[in-house]
Nanobody, 123 residues
Framework: QVHLVESGGGLVQPGGSLGLSCAASGKFLSIGEFGWYRQAPGKPRELVADTTSDGSTNSADSVKGRFTISRDNDKNTVTLQMNNMRPEDTAVYYC?????????????????WGQGTLVTVSS
């Protein structure tokens, strides 16, 4: 199983920057998708940006050019650098990973969510 721990949330002014980090720990063979989702008040959870095991990245149109996702497979971490932040970026940000494990002769494909970290963009 994979345990995800996020860090870096907090309060930032519009136009400011904030970096989020997520570290995966536990027992697993590999992580496939590894990225970030967010949920704003009154809205459904949505993808912010994610990465795949081959290094490709994807991000929501609303954050392209402002947010950058980076993955370190050696450290099993994923980061999200958020620049030029807007009030509408205010949300709880969740780290997400789907991963492969092997136990008792069975390969398992599972997923894990972090506990969430609150990001507030306000003046």
């Amino acid at each position: 199983q994979v345990h995800l721990v996020e860090s870096g949330g907090g309060l930032v002014q519009p136009g400011g920057s904030l970096g989020l980090s997520c570290a995966a720990s536990g027992k697993f063979l590999s992580i496939g998708e590894f990225g970030w989702y967010r949920q704003a008040p009154g809205k459904p959870r949505e993808l912010v940006a994610d990465t795949t095991s081959d290094g490709s990245t994807n991000s929501a149109d609303s954050v392209k050019g402002r947010f950058t996702i980076s993955r370190d497979n050696d450290k099993n971490t994923v980061t999200l650098q958020m620049n030029n932040m807007r009030p509408e970026d205010t949300a709880v940000y969740y780290c997400y990973a789907d991963y492969q494990d092997y136990d008792g002769g069975v390969y398992k494909y599972l997923e894990s969510w972090g506990q969430g970290t609150l990001v507030t963009v306000s003046s």
